[in-house]
């Protein structure tokens, strides 16, 4: 059963266009939510995190959305640089300490020239 | 401040042998995760130790195991290996303030296990 779905295993977006990575979760328990960003042969690192008493949370170009009714968060790249292409992935957890930290299988973002 | 390290960077097995991986985690850092990452099915969570105790553990086999030291460094170890063991082992520590929120996982560059 998985908790944590990213449903796009690929995107591909225009240089310096809006890339927008969905991912949609089933535990209503889930009250905070994470995004890191992988480099092949690397291992993932943070990008932006929102907990769910908040509905958007920015930093520089990187926007996090949380809809929780909807039970859907989206992570918006404005604008796309050709750094960005990597693999992304969501991750969620209940907030309490002794609750794991689950993830998505990740979307391979693509930045075009 | 040094990264989280895993060694050895890449591994070769037969099937049924057993492999151990270790991760040292950032110093100060009292938790550290352990995850499987395949190309179908993402970053799969093995187990998170905490204070030398396994705190969580996710859907593996009894075949997988793990532990933490004194020093907060953690080892896996996976038993009678199967060709579908194949994966990248990802170990991740965090400081554990004692609440998830703004809890942020640091992953090493990981261990790539071959199972032959």
């Known amino acids: 059963d998985q908790q944590v779905k990213q449903n796009s295993p690929s995107l591909s977006v225009q240089e310096g266009r809006i890339s927008i990575l969905n991912c949609d979760y089933t535990?209503?328990?889930?009250?905070?939510f994470l995004w890191y960003k992988k480099y092949p042969a690397e291992g993932p690192t943070f990008l932006i995190s929102?907990?769910?008493?908040?509905d958007k949370n920015e930093d520089g170009r990187f926007t996090v959305f949380l809809n929780k009714s909807a039970k859907h968060l989206s992570l918006h790249i404005v604008p796309s640089q050709p750094g960005d292409s990597a693999v992304y992935f969501c991750?969620?957890?209940?907030?309490?300490?002794?609750?794991?930290?689950?993830f998505g299988k990740g979307t391979r973002l693509h930045i075009l020239p | 401040k040094a990264g989280v390290t895993q060694t050895p960077r890449y591994l070769i097995k037969t099937r049924g042998q057993q492999v151990t991986l270790s991760c040292s985690p950032i110093?100060?850092?009292?938790?550290v995760s352990w995850y499987q990452q395949t190309p179908g099915q993402g970053l799969q969570f093995l187990f998170e130790?905490?204070?030398?105790?396994?705190?969580n553990k996710g859907n593996f086999p009894g075949r997988f195991s793990g532990r933490q030291f004194s020093n907060s460094r953690s080892e896996m170890n996976v038993s009678t290996l199967e060709l579908g063991d194949s994966a990248l082992y990802l170990c991740?520590?965090?400081?554990?303030?004692?609440?998830?929120?703004?809890?942020?996982?640091?992953f090493g560059s990981g261990t790539q296990l071959s199972v032959l």
């Open positions: 991740a520590s965090s400081l554990d303030l004692g609440y998830r929120y703004n809890e942020k996982l640091f």
């Open positions: 535990n209503s328990m889930f009250d905070y």
């Open positions: 929102i907990s769910s008493i908040k």
């Open positions: 991750a969620a957890s209940a907030g309490d300490r002794d609750d794991k930290i689950i």
């Open positions: 110093s100060g850092h009292r938790s």
């Open positions: 130790y905490f204070s030398e105790t396994q705190r």
